[in-house]
């Protein structure tokens, strides 16, 4: 689902204007991203956990060389699902 579907999906549900449904999307994915930055860690009650992990600097290849490279370490974001939500997702066949 991109983006414009679920604003879309939004506002046709809440009867608002698309403005107003896209101030919404924004207002709460920005809230999960600052409380990310402030403790590492978000929690959307009945659809899962978001926290901040780290990623050790590594040696990569280029496949098309084969030369290797060098990685930063870095911060990436997991999720863990709810059990509401993987229960949901096994009832689904997948591609």
């Known amino acids: 689902m991109s983006k ?3 604003i879309a999906s939004i506002a046709a549900e809440h009867d608002l204007p ?8 924004d207002g709460i994915f920005a809230g999960i991203a600052q409380q990310l930055k402030k403790e590492g860690r978000a ?3 009945g659809f899962g956990t ?3 992990s ?6 990569a ?3 098309q060389t084969g030369e290797p490279l060098k990685i930063k370490a870095s911060n990436s ?3 863990k699902a709810s059990p509401g939500v993987k229960e ?3 009832k689904f066949k997948v591609k």
């Open 4 to 6: 414009a579907e679920i």
């Open 18 to 25: 698309k403005a107003k449904a896209q101030q919404i999307y």
């Open 43 to 45: 929690s959307v009650a």
């Open 50 to 52: 978001f926290t901040v």
């Open 54 to 59: 780290k990623r050790a600097a590594r040696t």
């Open 61 to 63: 290849r280029n496949p």
């Open 77 to 79: 974001v997991r999720f």
């Open 88 to 90: 949901t997702v096994q």
